[in-house]
């Protein structure tokens, strides 16, 4: 059977067409990256003696509108912007609440720190710390900031602390994506010093 060059040419441009969108679609694919939010410094090595008290990190809350995949970026007052080809690795509550849990076990010595969402953590556990984003707004180029409500409560008697911390750390200057992440790290590890005073205050006494 002979094909006719209207024909040919006709499959040729559908060929055409089918090779560049798949080509696009790869290349929005390889567009995309991803974030993970990290403790400020790297934890200290193990310890050969036991843990003398035990501190659970969690559950973390964020706004509705910071509840997704994609980065969400402050480009106004009053406006945002939905980075849909930048995205977070893991849920943003899981990164805040795994990056404060990691300042923490460096700022507090003796203490073994946990994240209630591991499902690892001890039955007893001595203090518990719960996070409220109120607010984080990561402005590129400029700054992040945090508005953080956080609760720190005692097994036992102990009275419950609920205190607000409020944070803002500078992007570094001509920095992009991983400058702004590195900045939202700094901003956490400051509401991570302000827990760490907090626990520090109310000694826990040793197993």
Do not use: F
């Amino acid at each position: 059977m002979r094909i006719s060059g209207r024909q040919s040419q006709g499959q040729i441009g559908v060929a055409a067409l089918a090779s560049a969108a798949a080509l696009v679609a790869c290349v929005r694919t390889a567009q995309v990256r991803y974030y993970t939010l990290s403790a400020d410094a790297p934890p200290p090595p193990a310890r050969v003696e036991p843990a003398r008290y035990t501190v659970r990190v969690g559950p973390a809350s964020v706004p509705e509108m910071l509840d997704r995949p994609e980065l969400v970026l402050r480009i106004s007052p009053t406006e945002l912007a939905i980075d849909d080809s930048h995205r977070w690795a893991e849920p943003l509550r899981t990164g805040i609440a795994r990056a404060v849990a990691g300042d923490l076990a460096r700022e507090l010595n003796g203490a073994l720190v946990v994240l209630a969402e591991d499902g690892t953590s001890p039955q007893t556990t001595d203090v518990e710390v719960a996070i409220d984003v109120q607010r984080l707004d990561a402005k590129m180029g400029d700054s992040v900031a945090i508005d953080v409500t956080w609760v720190a409560r005692w097994a036992g008697t102990r009275p419950i602390h609920t205190e607000r911390s409020v944070a803002r750390a500078p992007v570094a200057p001509g920095g992009r994506y991983d400058a702004l992440i590195t900045a939202c790290e700094q901003a956490l590890a400051t509401l991570s010093s302000d827990i760490a005073r907090t626990v520090r205050a109310e000694p826990v006494s040793p197993r």
